[in-house]
Structures are given as C-alpha cells and as structure tokens.
C-alpha cells in the first residue's frame, strides 16, 4: 500500500579496531561516488546480508558458530565478507588453529577469492571448504542495532559489530566500490568532518564516539559484551535548517534527542 516504511534489509557493518597513540583506531572506507547509499561517506565496511550468507555449511566453518541462531550466524558471515572484500581483512584461521591468517597466506586469498566473492562468482562456504578455513565469528562483539528512519527510500536493518584488527594483517580499501580509506580515531574523526574533509552519517558519528570512551578494544568489546544491545529506530523532527533525531535513551549514546543540520542520509553534524 503507498505510503507504507520501504523494507528494511538485513545489513552487517564491521567497526575493525587497533590501539593507536591516541584512542582506539578504527579502518573506515569512504564511498564511491557512483554507490547509491552513503555516497562519499566515511564508512564502516559492511552490507547486505547475503542469501549465501545464510548457506547451512558455513554452521561448521564458523568458530563458535553452533551456540548461535541462523539469522545470527548469517549476519557474523556477512560481517566476515564484507571485512574481506572491502577492507581486505580476513578474519579466518587455519582450521584448528588459534592464529589467524598470516599476510602470505591472505594475499594469495585475496588473489583467488575477493573479487569473486564481491561479484557473487563465489561463496563463503565454498571458500571455506577449498581453502579449509575457519571463519572467526567469535572474534566478533556485537555493538550496535540500528535501523533506518522509516520516511528513507532505502532502509536498512544494521547490525554493528566490534573486532581487533588481525595485526599482521593490512587493511587496504578495494578501489571499486571503495575510493580511500583511514585508519581514525574519534579526535581526527571530528577534527575532519569539521573541516570538511569527510562526510559522516548520523549512525556513525554516535557509535564512533561511544566506541571512544574505552582506552583500548579489549576495553570496548569488554564493555560491550556487558551492556545490552537496544535496537535504534531514529525518530525524524525537520525542522528549519536540518532536524531533531530521537533515539531511546536506553541505547547508551548519552542522551536521547540531537540536533543535526544537514539532509537526510548525509553529512550529519550537530546544530
């Protein structure tokens, strides 16, 4: 029926940590031009969960995996893949191992795997299982549920998870439907959308100063594994010069009204 909340899609985004000088780091892509969602922002890597995502192979390629539900371990899978193909971060071990893949091991991955796997020529499972790999879901902290205002033409339904970046690994954006990438603190985040440098979207701006007030990601997944997770459904205001996004103030960003110029899915900085 016209009028009706387009559907929100099942998305998993990946906050990929390390410890800098200054605060936690996290690896951030910013998007082509020609992406028709988040266009030019700083971004965590993530997407849309995929069919093959959900793939009941992946149950025993996946460490940890049995304690979860399907829609739980689809979303960690995606997470997975899409730290892959947009970061080129392979959160995987050998399988029985306790170390993730070394830079030998994942550049030749990369080689055979990551752009067949962001052109739908393959899939998680099937890398798995040829590769014999373990994928690392219990690597990963869930952080954040976010989901679309519902007056947006494309809507989403985000889960954000948390996870050190392997430290052999170097993250590298991958020049399709990402343009550049950064390794940022909440400080030079700031430091850039004030200048103009970067554009970022309202969810990303609150998480990244949430994952900011620990010293450290083991701090942060730590304080996350102990806090409840409150699905967010921002509720929209326009008003003269931008609008006033509510939020429930049980989902731990500080306060539970802000105000933010600027259009709607854009560059979201406080009135």
């Known amino acids: 029926m016209s009028g009706e909340p387009a559907e929100a899609r099942l998305a998993a985004t990946l906050m990929l940590g ?9 690896f951030m892509v910013v998007r082509h031009h020609r992406i028709d969602f988040a266009t030019g922002a700083l971004v965590f890597p993530g997407g849309k969960v995929e069919d093959a995502d959900r793939d009941p192979r992946l149950r025993a ?4 995996g049995g304690e979860l539900s399907d829609a739980a371990l689809a979303i960690r899978t995606a997470c997975v893949r899409e730290a892959f193909e947009e970061a080129g971060v392979l959160l995987a071990r050998e399988r029985g191992s306790e170390a993730f893949v070394g830079p030998e091991r994942l550049a030749a991955l ?17 890398m798995a299982e040829a590769e014999d790999l373990e994928f690392a879901t219990d690597a990963l902290t869930r952080f954040a549920h976010w989901v679309t205002p519902e007056h947006m033409p494309k809507r989403f339904d985000t889960h954000f998870y948390l996870a050190e970046a392997p430290p052999e690994q170097a993250a590298a954006h991958d ?15 700031l430091k850039g959308q004030a200048e103009g440098r970067y554009t970022v979207l309202f969810p990303t701006r609150l998480n990244m100063e949430k994952l900011a007030r620990s010293r450290t990601v083991a701090e942060a997944r730590s304080a996350a594994e102990a806090a409840a997770v409150v699905p967010v459904l921002p509720q929209v205001e326009f008003v003269e010069g931008g609008r006033i996004m509510r939020i429930p103030e049980e989902a731990g960003y ?3 009204e802000f105000r933010i110029k600027g259009d709607p899915g854009g560059d979201a900085r406080p009135a």
């Open 175 to 189: 020049g399709r439907e990402s343009v550049d990438s950064v390794w940022i603190s909440w400080d030079e985040l």
């Open 18 to 26: 390390r410890d800098g000088p200054e605060g936690i780091e996290v």
């Open 61 to 64: 390629r996946c460490r940890g």
């Open 110 to 126: 990369r080689e055979r795997w990551r752009l067949a796997l962001e052109q739908d020529r393959a899939a998680m499972a099937e």
């Open 254 to 256: 500080g306060r539970s």
